[in-house]
C-alpha cells in the first residue's frame, strides 16, 4: 500500500494575492476631494471680510457710482452699465482670485495639499467651485441692483443678463487662478492685471465699436473673450429673445474659462520660485 501522500494532499493550498489598491489618481478629479477643498476656501473666505467685500460690494458701488456719473443722460448709462455689468465681475474676480491662490502657495498650504491624494485638477476644481458660488451672489446683486434700484433699461431678460455676468465672473475666476502661477508675490499678481485685463478692456468694443478699429487691433479683439461678453451684454440690450449671436458670445466665454481652468491645473506650482 503507497503510504506516501499524493501531491494534491501534500500542496498546501496557497490563497490568491489581495488585489493591491491603486490609490488615489493623481490625475483624475475626485468630487469629494473637489468639494472638500471648496470647502475650505469658503471657510478661510469667512474669516476674510476685506475679500468678500471686494468681491460682492466692489462692482455694486462702481455700477451706482456710473448710474450718477451720468446722471443727466440716462441713455448713456443704459448704453454702457450693460457692459460694465460683466466687466466690473470680472475684474475683482480676477483680483480676489489671483492674490488667494498666491497666498496659499508663498504660506505653504499648496505644497503640503499637493503632498496629500490630492490632485491638481482636484485643488483647481475646488477654487473654481468655491470662488463661482461667490461669483453668483455677486452677479446677483449687481444685476439686481442695476435693473431695479437703478433703472437700467434692457429690452431682452433679465435672466439673460445675469448669465452673461455670471460667466464674466467665473472667466475672471480662471484667469486669475492661471496667472497665480506666474507670480511670485501679491503685488506681482496685481500687477498682471495691465497685462491681463487692460488691452481686453480697451479693445473689447467698450469705447468704440470694434469694426472701426484700426484692423490689426481688431483681428486681436476678436479673438479676446472679454470682447464677446460684452457682445453678449448688448445683444441682451438690443433684442427681446435670445439670438443666435447670444448663444455664441456665451458659449465662447464659458469655453474660454473652461480653457483657462484647464491650463491653470497644468501649470500649477507647489510653491513660488
Known sequence: MNT???????TTARPAPAPTSPGPSRLALSLSRTLATAARVLRQLRHDPRSIALMLLVPCVMLFLLRYVFDGSPR???SIGASLLGIFP??????VTSIATLRERTSGTLERLLAMPLAKGDLIAGYALAFGL????????ATGLALWF???DVVGSPWLLLLVALLDALLGTALGLFVSAFAASEFQAVQFMPAVIFPQLLLCGLFAPRDTMQPVLES????LPMSYAVDGMNEVLRHTDMTGDFVRDAAIVGGCALLVLALGAATLRRRTA
Open 4 to 10: 506516501h501522500p499524493s501531491p494534491a494532499t501534500t
Open 76 to 78: 448713456t448709462f443704459d
Open 90 to 95: 470680472l475684474i475683482t474676480m480676477f483680483l
Open 134 to 141: 461667490l461669483a453668483i451672489i455677486q452677479s446677483a446683486l
Open 150 to 152: 437703478l433703472g437700467l
Open 220 to 223: 486681436l479683439s476678436n479673438v
